[in-house]
C-alpha cells in the first residue's frame, strides 16, 4: 500500500449491527430464526396488517443491557421512535428504533492491545426483511418484479455505534473481533457475520497528522468478513488520500465494498441528509427498566475476553499476544485450570499457543494437560515426542505417561546418550572441527545424526549441551 | 324496541330467543337502511350462526355473558376475523383480516350478535360521514342532515334501532359529536382504559374505541364489558375499567361540576348553549355546586390536534402501499406502483392530513409544529389538571351546533374541524368524555351535553351524564 502513514492518518468509526439471539421477534411473538422458508416467520404485526400492535420483547431488552453493560455503557430510560421511509421490505414504511433516547449510553471496549475505543451508544430496532429484485440490473429500479421475504422484518437489533477512534484496518478488524467476542460471551448473538448476525457499516476519513479537525467520511457498507473490513478500509483511505493529493474536495457518500473488485463503488451522496421524520412511536410506552432488573443482570454477566486475558497474563506470564489467542480459542479455562493442577506455565502457554488449534483440544483433561507440561519441562520427553503425545492425548484422552510408554518413549540414559554422541564425534573429525571452531551451521548437523541414531528420543537442546560439553576448553578462549 | 339490558335479561331468562331478537333488528335494518346507509356490510349469515350458538347455550342452561343476545354494530375501522374490514377506503377493499379486535372478541365472549360493518369518514377522517368512499350515512332524525363523523354509521345504526348499541372510535370526538347529532349516548372512555389491538389507527396516541347507546346504563354496561387490560396493547392501563354501572343512581348531590366557559360563548350556537345552561342549572337544581370553570389552553386544542393527529396518520397510513394487500395500481416500477395505489385508494381528506402531517414531522418544521404541538398537549392536560383540583366533572356541549346539511361544511375544511372544537381537548389530554342527549335544538334536532372527567374519573362521569338523563324523563 502506498499510504505514508508518518503523514496522513486514518480515522475509522465502526456501527455494527447485531441481531439478537431472542426465541421470538422484538415486537411479537413470530419466531426469530434464520433460513427458513420464504415467509414463513410471520405474523399480522410482521406484516403490518392493520390493527397490529407491537408489544416490547423483554428477552431482547435484557440481552441488550447485557451487552450495554459488557461495553461498559451507561443503561439509560429510552424511548423507541418512528423512523419513516417507503421501501418494500419495510412493512409499515417505518422501523421501529431508538432514535434520541437509546437504551444504553456512552460506554467504551477495550482491544486486546490494551487500546480503549469509546462507544456512543448501543440501542434496539427492528431489522427489515429482504427483497429480491428479479431482471433488469438486479435493483428495485429496473426490476421486471421483485419478491420480499419478510421472515427477517422485526428481528431485534442492536446497533452499536462506536467512536472514531480506530486508526487502521488492522484496529477496526480486532474490533470487530473483540465485540464479537462479548457479544457471543454474553448470549447475545452467535456472531455470524456469514448469516448476518453482525452487519458492519465502517465510516472511513483521513487527514494530516496534528488536524485538528476530521476529515469529511464516507461510509462503507456490504462488508461481509474481518477480511473484507482491512481490505475496504486500505481501499477506502488510500482513495481519499488520492483524491486530496488531486486537490480533490471528498464528497460524503455511501459507498459499497466489492469484494470481487476489492474496491468500493458509490452508493449515493449523503450531502443531502435523509428525512426520516423521526417521532416518538405511540403504540409503546417509556422503557425504563429498574435498577433492580439491570443489578441482576449485571451479577449474571460471565467473565469478558479482556478480563480473562489480564487474569491469564497474571497467572501464566503468557504475553499480550498469547492471551488474546489463547483467549479467542477459548482455552484459558483449560490453561488455568491445568495450572491448579501444578502445570508448567512456559509450557502450559506454549503448547495452547502452537499445538492446540484443534477445537478438540477444549475438552481436555487439564489434569493430564498439566502432567504432560511436567513432562516436558522435566526433560522426560524430546519435544517431538511431547508433540507426539499431545496430539494423541487431544484426539483420544488417556494418561500422557501411558500414551508416552506405549509408544515406547522414554528418557535417554545420560550415559546411553553420551556414548552416540562420543561415537559420532569419533566418526565425524572433520564436522567435530568445524563445530569446535564455533560454526553455527554445522551444531544441526550433530543433533540431527543423534536424532536419527536414537530414533528421535533424544532432547534436541539436551544433546547440544552435551556437545558444547565437549569442545576442549582452548576452543572457547 | 327494547335496550341491550332488557333483551339480555329476557335472552338469558328464555323468555326471547337471541334468533328471534335478531330478526326483529335485521327486519328494521331491511326496512330503513336503503335510506339511512349505517352499514358498509350487514352480516346476516354470521348473526344467525352466532344467535343459534346463544340459543343453544341458553337450551344447555349456560354460562351467558351480560350481553347475550344483544345485537352490536361495529364501526368498519374494528378488524372482524373473517369479515372485510374497509376504514370506508378504496385502499382497504376486499382485505379481510385473520383476527378480531380485542374490543369484539369481548363483545363476542359476552353474547352479544354482530349485525355489521357501520361506516365513516375515511379513515376515520372527518365529522359528517361524509367523507366515506362508499356513500355518505344519513342521519335518522333528518334524511338531509349528516349524522356527524367521523363514527357516523354506529350513531345512526342505534338512533334508527338497527342495533341498541354500537362500537365507534374517537380520536377528537368521532364518538360523542356524532352521537349528539343522533341524540343518542356516546362514550370516550379513558386512553388506555380500553384496548387498542385490532383498531386501525388514525391517531395512535388519542383514538380510543367506545360504546353508542340509547342510554347511559347500556353504555355504561358495554364500557366493562370491552374494557380492562389488554397486553396486546402496550398502551393499556393495568386495571379493569372503573365500575360505573353501580354508581348510575347515586345522583350528583354534593358533586361539583364546573360549566366549561371557553366552550360556552363564540362559536357556539344559541339554541345549543341555551340547553346547556339548562342543562347546568338542572343539575344545580339536583344538589350539585355547579360554577363556571375557564381552561385556558383548550383554545390551542384544534391547532395542535391539526398537527398530532395527522403527523401519527401520516406514519399509521404509510402501510398501505399495494405490496402486501388492499387495492394495488399496477406500474412498470415498485415506486410507481406505490405512488399509484395510493393516488387512487385514498380520498381527498386523507390525502390532506397525510400532507399536513408528514409537512409537520419534517425536519426543519419539527420543533415549530410537531413539537410544539406536544408542549400544547402538555398545557392542556395541565389546565385540566388544575380545573379537577376543583370539581369532579366538567360540562359542555358536545358540538357546537345540531346536525348540519349534506354539503354544508365539504368545500371549507376549516369549517369542518370546527365542529370538534368542544371534544377534541379531551383527546389531547387522555381524559374520558361522553354525550348524553339534552333536548332539541331549534330546527328540532338533538342537542348533546357533553360530560368530562379527569383520567380514570368515569364513575363521577357517569353519575353526571345519568342524572341529566334522569333529568329529562
Same mark, same amino acid.
Given at each position: 500500500m502506498s499510504i505514508d502513514?508518518?503523514?496522513?492518518?486514518?480515522?475509522?468509526?465502526?456501527?455494527?449491527?447485531?441481531?439478537?439471539?431472542?426465541?421470538?421477534?422484538?415486537?411479537?411473538?413470530?419466531?426469530?430464526?434464520?433460513?427458513?422458508?420464504?415467509?414463513?416467520?410471520?405474523?399480522?404485526?410482521?406484516?403490518?396488517?392493520?390493527?397490529?400492535?407491537?408489544?416490547?420483547?423483554?428477552?431482547?431488552?435484557?440481552?441488550?443491557?447485557?451487552?450495554?453493560?459488557a461495553l461498559n455503557c451507561t443503561i439509560d430510560r429510552s424511548v423507541f421512535s418512528r423512523k419513516n421511509y417507503f421501501y418494500p421490505d419495510q412493512p409499515t414504511n417505518y422501523q421501529i428504533s431508538q432514535f434520541d433516547l437509546p437504551i444504553n449510553g456512552e460506554g467504551w471496549l477495550e482491544l486486546p492491545s490494551g487500546k480503549v475505543i469509546g462507544i456512543e451508544r448501543a440501542h434496539l430496532e427492528e431489522d427489515t426483511g429482504k427483497s429480491t429484485h428479479v431482471g433488469g440490473g438486479g435493483r428495485i429500479h429496473d426490476a421486471t418484479y421483485s419478491l420480499v421475504d419478510y421472515n427477517r422484518a422485526g428481528v431485534p437489533l442492536l446497533e452499536i455505534v462506536g467512536r472514531p477512534d480506530l486508526r487502521s484496518g488492522d484496529e477496526a478488524r480486532a474490533y470487530v473481533s473483540e465485540l464479537r467476542a462479548i457479544l457471543v460471551a454474553v448470549g447475545a448473538s452467535d456472531g455470524k457475520m456469514e448469516e448476518g448476525s453482525l452487519r458492519v457499516d465502517c465510516n472511513v476519513s483521513v487527514r494530516k497528522h496534528g488536524d485538528a479537525e476530521l476529515g469529511t467520511r464516507c461510509e462503507i457498507k456490504n462488508i461481509n468478513s474481518l477480511r473484507s473490513l482491512g481490505r475496504a478500509v486500505d481501499y477506502e483511505a488510500e482513495r481519499q488520500i488520492d483524491m486530496i493529493l488531486a486537490g480533490e474536495r471528498i464528497e460524503q457518500q455511501t459507498r459499497h465494498w466489492n469484494e470481487d473488485e476489492g474496491r468500493t463503488l458509490k452508493l449515493r451522496s449523503k450531502e443531502q441528509a435523509d428525512d426520516y421524520r423521526y417521532f416518538p412511536e405511540p403504540?409503546?410506552?417509556?422503557?425504563?427498566?429498574?435498577?433492580?432488573?439491570?443489578?441482576?443482570?449485571?451479577?449474571?454477566?460471565?467473565?469478558?475476553?479482556?478480563?480473562?486475558?489480564?487474569?491469564?497474563?497474571?497467572?501464566?506470564?503468557?504475553?499480550?499476544?498469547?492471551?488474546?489467542?489463547?483467549?479467542?480459542?477459548?482455552?484459558?479455562?483449560?490453561?488455568?485450570?491445568?495450572?491448579?493442577?501444578?502445570?508448567?506455565?512456559?509450557?502450559?502457554?506454549?503448547?495452547?499457543?502452537?499445538?492446540?488449534?484443534?477445537?478438540?483440544?477444549?475438552?481436555?483433561?487439564?489434569?493430564?494437560f498439566a502432567k504432560l507440561t511436567k513432562m516436558d519441562a522435566d526433560g522426560d520427553l524430546s519435544s517431538t515426542q511431547t508433540k507426539t503425545v499431545l496430539a494423541e492425548l487431544v484426539q483420544l484422552g488417556g494418561d500422557p505417561g501411558e500414551i508416552a510408554e506405549a509408544h515406547g518413549f522414554k528418557a535417554m540414559d545420560s550415559g546411553e546418550l553420551d556414548a552416540v554422541v562420543d561415537q559420532l564425534i569419533a566418526e565425524n573429525p572433520e564436522q567435530w572441527q568445524r563445530f569446535c571452531e564455533g560454526d553455527p551451521k554445522i551444531s544441526g548437523f550433530f543433533v540431527g545424526k543423534v536424532m536419527k541414531a536414537t530414533q528421535g528420543q533424544a532432547d534436541g537442546k539436551v544433546v547440544a549441551g552435551l556437545l558444547a560439553d565437549r569442545v576442549p576448553n582452548a576452543a572457547k578462549e | 324496541m327494547s335496550s341491550a339490558i332488557e333483551i339480555a335479561a329476557a335472552v338469558q331468562s328464555g323468555e326471547r330467543s337471541a334468533i328471534e331478537v335478531l330478526e326483529e333488528?335485521?327486519?328494521?335494518?331491511?326496512?330503513?337502511?336503503?335510506? +339511512?346507509?349505517?352499514?358498509?356490510?350487514?352480516?346476516?349469515?354470521?348473526?344467525?350462526?352466532?344467535?343459534?350458538?346463544?340459543?343453544?347455550? /341458553?337450551?344447555?342452561?349456560?354460562?351467558?355473558?351480560?350481553?347475550?343476545? /344483544?345485537?352490536?354494530?361495529?364501526?368498519?375501522?374494528? %378488524?372482524?376475523?373473517?369479515?372485510?374490514?374497509? %376504514?370506508?377506503?378504496?385502499?382497504?377493499?376486499?382485505?379481510?383480516?385473520?383476527?378480531?379486535?380485542?374490543?369484539?372478541?369481548?363483545?363476542?365472549?359476552?353474547?352479544?350478535?354482530?349485525?355489521?360493518?357501520?361506516?365513516?369518514d375515511e379513515f376515520a377522517m372527518g365529522s359528517s360521514t361524509e367523507n366515506s368512499a362508499f356513500g355518505p350515512t344519513r342521519n335518522p332524525h333528518d334524511l338531509s342532515r349528516v349524522p356527524g363523523g367521523s363514527s357516523g354509521g354506529s350513531a345512526a345504526a342505534v338512533a334508527a334501532g338497527f342495533a341498541p348499541i354500537s362500537l365507534g372510535s374517537d380520536t377528537g370526538g368521532s364518538i360523542r359529536q356524532p352521537a349528539a347529532l343522533c341524540g343518542v349516548v356516546g362514550v370516550k372512555p379513558t386512553y388506555g382504559t380500553v384496548s387498542r389491538l385490532g383498531l386501525i389507527a388514525f391517531g395512535s396516541s388519542l383514538d380510543q374505541v367506545g360504546p353508542f347507546a340509547n342510554s347511559v346504563a347500556e353504555a355504561a354496561l358495554v364500557c366493562e364489558v370491552i374494557g380492562g387490560h389488554d397486553p396486546g396493547d402496550s398502551t393499556s392501563l393495568p386495571q379493569a375499567f372503573p365500575a360505573v354501572s353501580e354508581h348510575l343512581s347515586d345522583g /350528583?348531590?354534593?358533586?361539583?361540576?364546573?360549566?366549561?366557559?371557553?366552550?360556552?360563548?363564540?362559536?357556539?350556537?344559541?339554541?345549543?348553549?341555551?340547553?346547556?345552561?339548562?342543562?347546568?342549572?338542572?343539575?344545580?337544581?339536583?344538589?350539585?355546586?355547579?360554577?363556571? +370553570?375557564?381552561?385556558?389552553?383548550?383554545?390551542?386544542?384544534?391547532?395542535?390536534?391539526?398537527? /398530532?393527529?395527522?403527523?401519527?396518520?401520516?406514519?399509521?397510513?404509510?402501510?398501505?402501499?399495494?405490496?402486501?394487500?388492499?387495492?394495488?395500481?399496477?406500474?412498470?416500477?415498485?415506486?410507481?406502483?406505490?405512488?399509484?395505489?395510493?393516488?387512487?385508494?385514498?380520498?381527498?381528506?386523507?390525502?390532506?392530513?397525510?400532507?399536513?402531517?408528514?409537512?409537520?414531522?419534517?425536519?426543519?418544521?419539527?420543533?415549530?409544529?410537531?413539537?410544539?404541538?406536544?408542549?400544547?398537549?402538555?398545557?392542556?392536560?395541565?389546565?385540566?389538571?388544575?380545573?379537577?383540583?376543583?370539581?369532579?366533572?366538567?360540562?359542555?356541549?358536545?358540538?357546537?351546533?345540531?346536525?348540519?346539511?349534506?354539503?354544508?361544511?365539504?368545500?371549507?375544511?376549516?369549517?369542518?374541524?370546527?365542529?370538534?372544537? %368542544?371534544?377534541?381537548a379531551t383527546n389531547l389530554a387522555g381524559h374520558p368524555a361522553m354525550s348524553v342527549p339534552y333536548g332539541l335544538g331549534d330546527d328540532g334536532m338533538p342537542v348533546g351535553a357533553q360530560v368530562l372527567a379527569p383520567a380514570l374519573g368515569e364513575v363521577a362521569m357517569f353519575r353526571v351524564a345519568a342524572a341529566l338523563e334522569g333529568s329529562l324523563s
Open positions: 502513514l508518518s503523514v496522513w492518518e486514518i480515522v475509522i468509526g465502526l456501527e455494527v449491527h447485531t441481531e439478537l439471539a431472542t426465541r421470538t421477534k422484538l415486537f411479537c411473538s413470530a419466531p426469530n430464526e434464520f433460513g427458513g422458508e420464504p415467509n414463513t416467520n410471520i405474523d399480522p404485526l410482521t406484516l403490518g396488517l392493520p390493527g397490529s400492535l407491537p408489544v416490547l420483547n423483554e428477552q431482547a431488552v435484557e440481552l441488550a443491557i447485557r451487552v450495554g453493560l403504540d409503546l410506552v417509556e422503557l425504563s427498566p429498574s435498577q433492580e432488573w439491570i443489578d441482576r443482570v449485571r451479577e449474571a454477566l460471565p467473565i469478558l475476553p479482556a478480563a480473562r486475558r489480564h487474569r491469564l497474563c497474571e497467572r501464566s506470564g503468557a504475553d499480550t499476544a498469547q492471551a488474546a489467542l489463547i483467549v479467542e480459542r477459548g482455552l484459558d479455562d483449560l490453561c488455568l485450570a491445568a495450572l491448579d493442577c501444578g502445570a508448567d506455565p512456559s509450557r502450559t502457554i506454549t503448547h495452547a499457543e502452537h499445538n492446540l488449534s484443534d477445537p478438540k483440544a477444549l475438552e481436555l483433561d487439564p489434569e493430564m | 333488528h335485521l327486519g328494521a335494518i331491511s326496512e330503513r337502511e336503503s335510506e +339511512v346507509h349505517a352499514f358498509n356490510l350487514v352480516t346476516t349469515d354470521q348473526a344467525i350462526a352466532a344467535a343459534t350458538a346463544v340459543d343453544e347455550l /341458553v337450551a344447555k342452561g349456560g354460562p351467558l355473558g351480560p350481553l347475550a343476545g /344483544v345485537p352490536v354494530a361495529i364501526k368498519d375501522n374494528l %378488524c372482524t376475523r373473517g369479515v372485510a374490514t374497509t %376504514c370506508s377506503s378504496k385502499i382497504l377493499e376486499g382485505w379481510v383480516p385473520p383476527y378480531d379486535a380485542t374490543v369484539v372478541t369481548r363483545l363476542a365472549a359476552a353474547g352479544a350478535i354482530m349485525v355489521g360493518k357501520t361506516n365513516m /350528583v348531590a354534593g358533586m361539583r361540576i364546573g360549566l366549561i366557559t371557553e366552550m360556552m360563548g363564540e362559536g357556539i350556537a344559541p339554541d345549543v348553549a341555551q340547553r346547556i345552561r339548562a342543562a347546568a342549572e338542572w343539575l344545580a337544581a339536583a344538589g350539585a355546586e355547579v360554577e363556571e +370553570v375557564s381552561v385556558p389552553a383548550v383554545a390551542y386544542g384544534l391547532s395542535a390536534y391539526y398537527l /398530532v393527529a395527522p403527523a401519527e396518520a401520516s406514519s399509521n397510513l404509510s402501510r398501505y402501499d399495494g405490496v402486501r394487500y388492499g387495492l394495488r395500481v399496477d406500474a412498470p416500477t415498485t415506486g410507481e406502483m406505490m405512488e399509484l395505489t395510493r393516488t387512487a385508494g385514498f380520498g381527498d381528506e386523507v390525502k390532506r392530513r397525510i400532507m399536513l402531517g408528514t409537512y409537520a414531522l419534517s425536519a426543519g418544521y419539527y420543533d415549530a409544529f410537531y413539537g410544539t404541538a406536544l408542549k400544547v398537549r402538555t398545557l392542556i392536560r395541565r389546565d385540566f389538571d388544575k380545573a379537577y383540583e376543583r370539581f369532579d366533572a366538567l360540562l359542555s356541549p358536545t358540538s357546537p351546533t345540531t346536525a348540519f346539511s349534506f354539503g354544508d361544511k365539504t368545500a371549507d375544511p376549516m369549517s369542518m374541524y370546527l365542529n370538534d372544537v %368542544c371534544t377534541i
